[in-house]
């Protein structure tokens, strides 16, 4: 199957971007709602197509949709994730267990509650986070 403008286009980008460009595949689809691209890259190359809070994907969404205004199309760009990679650093620190108490304890300060019950120490700091806003509370502004 010959690839498309908008294949070649997402393709040439994200091969500039990661390490491992022999690893990115594009398959696109069409439905109702437009042209449904979606990305796989290698494990690691994973953040460097996200980016930081995501602006690197939302960048190439950006750039798909100036295409689509040109070539009269909605593009939407979906970057499906590997789910049996494990970040180095996190392997570093230890077992699979200490990336699950690593995680909670991000969700924990961002204020998620459905995990802290998982370890001690994200309930910890989900404790003294609660205690911290109620001091807040308090206050008479």
């Known amino acids: 199957m010959a690839t498309t403008i908008d294949q070649q286009f997402v393709e040439y980008i994200v ?3 990661v390490n491992n460009p022999d690893k ?3 398959k696109r689809d069409i439905d109702e709602k437009g042209v449904l691209l ?8 994973i953040g460097r197509v996200i980016g930081k ?7 190439i969404r950006t750039l798909l949709r100036a295409l ?26 230890g077992t699979t267990a200490g990336i699950v108490d690593t995680v909670s304890e991000d969700l924990a300060a961002m ?5 802290v019950e ?9 404790e003294k986070t609660r205690q911290e806003l109620a001091d807040l509370d308090d206050l008479d502004i």
């Open 38 to 45: 979606s990305l796989t890259v290698d494990p690691e190359d």
């Open 15 to 17: 091969k500039t971007l």
């Open 111 to 115: 204020g998620t509650d459905e995990v």
């Open 24 to 26: 990115v595949e594009i």
């Open 68 to 93: 689509g205004t040109k070539n009269d199309a909605r593009y939407n760009l979906k970057i499906i994730n590997n789910d049996d990679y494990v970040p180095r650093e996190r392997v570093e620190r």
């Open 118 to 126: 998982n370890s001690p120490k994200s309930s910890k700091l989900a």
């Open 53 to 59: 809070r995501g602006a690197t994907a939302q960048s």
